[in-house]
């Protein structure tokens, strides 16, 4: 299951918490519903550059165990798996 993110709201931050939260809404449900079912989230690359690219991202990725996919959302082309 992918999770499509666009971040284009007034505050990438406030984007950012909603995606996560989403994300782990999500993520409980398949645990108990489908446990062989694997959850991404989806974002454009200037997205993951402004979020992921520091060790506060880093961190936040580990912590709460998110997998990502970057997207080239121009030429609908994955650009990496982050698992």
Same mark, same amino acid.
């Given at each position: 299951?992918? $999770? !499509?993110?666009?971040?284009?709201? +007034?505050?990438?931050?406030?984007?950012?918490?909603?995606?996560?939260?989403?994300?782990? !809404?999500?993520? &409980?449900?398949?645990?108990? *519903? %489908?446990?062989?079912?694997?959850?991404?989230?989806?974002? %454009?690359?200037?997205?993951?550059?402004?979020?992921?690219?520091?060790? &506060?991202? $880093?961190?936040?990725? +580990? %912590?709460?165990?998110?997998?990502? !996919?970057?997207? %080239?959302? *121009?030429? $609908?082309?994955?650009? $990496?798996?982050?698992?």
């Amino acid at each position: 299951m992918v $999770e !499509i993110k666009s971040f284009v709201g +007034v505050s990438i931050v406030a984007e950012l918490e909603r995606a996560v939260g989403q994300y782990a !809404i999500y993520r &409980s449900w398949l645990l108990r *519903t %489908d446990p062989d079912r694997t959850i991404y989230l989806a974002l %454009d690359e200037e997205a993951y550059q402004a979020l992921f690219q520091d060790i &506060s991202g $880093e961190v936040l990725l +580990v %912590d709460q165990d998110i997998k990502i !996919i970057v997207v %080239d959302a *121009t030429n $609908e082309e994955v650009l $990496e798996w982050r698992s």
